[in-house]
Nanobody, 121 residues
C-alpha cells in the first residue's frame, strides 16, 4: 500500500504565510514528479506547482513569486511554502505524487486527501 498525506493547512490573514507538507509512505520503489494542486468551491482543480525528482520546478502565474515548492527525497516529502497569501488562494490543497510501488513496474499518480487553506481579508 502507498499513502500520500498532507498537513499544514489552516486559517491565515491576507499577507500571511503557510507551509504545507506532504509525505508519501508505504511500499514505494521510486517517486518521480511531485506537485501541489488546489480546488476552490465551484471551480476545477488546478495546478499550483510541481517539482521533478531532480529538483526542477514549475509554477503557474498565480503561484510564481509567492510560493516555493521543494522536496526532501530522503523523506519522500514535498513542501509548499506560501507567502503573501491572498483571499483568492483559499482552496483545498491536494498533493500529487507519481509513484512506482514495489509491487509494480508501472508508475501511477497518487493523491492525498487534501488540506484546507483559508485566507481572510
Amino acid at each position: 500500500q502507498v499513502q500520500v498525506v498532507e498537513s499544514g493547512g489552516g486559517l491565515v490573514q491576507a499577507g500571511g504565510s503557510l507551509r504545507l507538507s506532504c509525505a508519501a509512505s508505504g511500499m514505494i520503489r521510486s517517486i518521480n514528479d511531485m506537485g501541489w494542486y488546489r480546488q476552490a468551491p465551484g471551480k476545477q482543480r488546478e495546478l499550483v506547482a510541481r517539482i521533478t525528482g531532480g529538483g526542477n520546478t514549475n509554477y503557474t502565474d498565480s503561484s510564481k513569486g509567492r510560493f516555493t515548492i521543494s522536496r526532501d527525497n530522503a523523506k519522500n516529502t514535498v513542501y509548499l511554502q506560501m507567502n503573501s497569501l491572498k483571499p483568492e488562494d483559499t482552496a483545498v490543497y491536494y498533493c500529487n505524487a507519481e509513484i512506482t510501488s514495489i509491487y509494480s513496474t508501472v508508475r501511477r499518480a497518487y493523491w492525498g486527501q487534501g488540506t484546507q487553506v483559508t485566507v481572510s481579508s
